[in-house]
């Protein structure tokens, strides 16, 4: 009696381990395919980047009218890229209102005219856009360095078009890449110039106020008001070159 109750007890004892011990590979293989099969069912989770729609990771251009086009803008027009370097308004009697535009191939610099309805809607393409410090030109270039981490880098004056003119000792720009590289430049839209000639004031000579010329410190020829001197600063506009204040 007692060996068949020792036998007893070494076979419920051999059993409990039998229960405990990990299944054998091939279940375990069957087990986690099973799980991965379930979380395929489920879906990636909320967090995950695989749950973001792959065209909300995209850098996308956006529609804009033709009343919207400014200087510097890059679009997107029968499948080149282009940015535009000139632009004027015209309303053209029962025509509506145009804009024509001087544009740009980003590729091959070729420049062309076309005009635009202002109701016209156009494909826009953002560009990158990096702070610099100016430092100096030669020739052709100008000296750019990046302030945080000094490094110094070059590029044709042509990129700030007619706005190089403001250019400055340590004036903060902006350059504009598209595709890695400098696409264009630009200056701050306030600048401070200095009046290095003036025609003298007509004060009392017309009833109503007359703007004079003016010849700036960087060369270009603004009209300010008839009170403004030789050797004052005035607030110039870099879009437009006009007088702001002084």
Not at 39 to 51: D, E, I, T, W, Y
Not at 126 to 142: A, C, I, W
Request: net charge positive.
């Amino acid at each position: 009696m007692q060996i068949l109750r020792r036998n007893l007890l070494e076979a419920s004892r051999r059993l409990s381990l039998l229960l405990r011990s990990p299944p054998p590979a091939t279940h375990r293989h069957a087990h986690a395919v099973a799980t991965l099969s379930a979380a395929a069912r489920r879906g990636p989770s909320a967090g995950s980047l695989a749950a973001t729609p792959w065209a909300a990771t995209q850098r996308r251009g956006a529609k804009m009218l033709g009343s919207d086009v400014k200087l510097g803008n890059v679009i997107q027009r029968r499948g080149r890229i282009y940015q535009v370097i000139k632009y004027n308004h015209s309303h053209q009697g029962r025509g509506g209102a145009t804009i024509q535009v001087e544009l740009r191939d980003v590729d091959t610099g070729n420049k062309t005219v076309e005009r635009f309805r202002t109701d016209e809607a156009l494909e826009r393409v953002f560009v990158e856009e990096k702070s610099f410090t100016y430092l100096y030109h030669e020739g052709d270039n100008v000296a750019l360095m990046e302030p945080s981490t000094f490094e110094q880098l070059e590029v044709s004056k042509d990129l700030f078009g007619k706005a190089a003119a403001y250019l400055k000792d340590e004036m903060k720009v902006t350059l504009q890449y598209f595709d890695g590289r400098p696409l264009s430049g630009s200056v701050p839209p306030r600048v401070t110039c200095t009046v290095v000639e003036a025609q003298p004031n007509t004060k009392g000579l017309t009833a109503q106020p007359q703007y004079k010329r003016v010849v700036l410190d960087n060369g270009l020829t603004v009209l300010a008001p008839p009170f403004i001197e030789v050797g004052e600063s005035i607030v110039i506009s870099t879009v437009d070159d006009s007088y702001m204040t002084r």
